[in-house]
């Protein structure tokens, strides 16, 4: 499977991303999706996960009641709704997708199988 990672850029603090992961080469339905993020001068860093049916997700603490991750199986997509940006924030963020179980959930970056682009968030205080 191939991964498109879009829908960064410039916000300012306080506001609103929606970044898309599309998904191409095969079904994302047989994938647990997650988003991973990385801050210059910082290791990758655990965001957001969702399984393959996408009612189980889990949320890193930094980023509860900030983000909603989703996906929509039949559009091939996954999606991370972020909201209350911090300059903290910013960093490349990466989906990622592996082949797995219906309730699995990826949280470490070790057993990902394929991993998108990346795309720049950049959160101005």
């Known amino acids: 499977v191939q991964l498109q990672a879009s829908g960064g850029g410039l916000v300012q603090a306080g506001g609103s991303l929606r970044l898309s992961c599309a998904a191409s080469?095969?079904?994302?339905?047989?994938?647990?999706v997650s988003w991973f993020r990385q801050a210059p001068g910082k290791e990758r860093e655990f965001v957001a996960a969702?399984?393959?049916?996408?009612?189980?997700?889990d949320v890193a603490d930094f980023m509860k009641g900030r983000l909603t991750i989703s996906r929509d199986n039949a559009k091939n997509t996954a999606f991370l709704q972020m909201g209350s940006l911090k300059a903290e924030d910013t960093a490349v963020y990466y989906c990622?997708?592996?082949?797995?179980?219906?309730?699995?959930?990826?949280?470490?970056?070790?057993?990902?199988?394929?991993w998108g682009q990346g795309t720049q968030v950049t959160v101005s205080s």
């Open positions: 990622a997708a592996t082949l797995a179980s219906t309730g699995y959930l990826i949280k470490r970056g070790s057993v990902v199988a394929y």
């Open positions: 969702i399984n393959r049916s996408g009612d189980s997700t």
């Open positions: 080469g095969r079904a994302l339905s047989t994938y647990a």
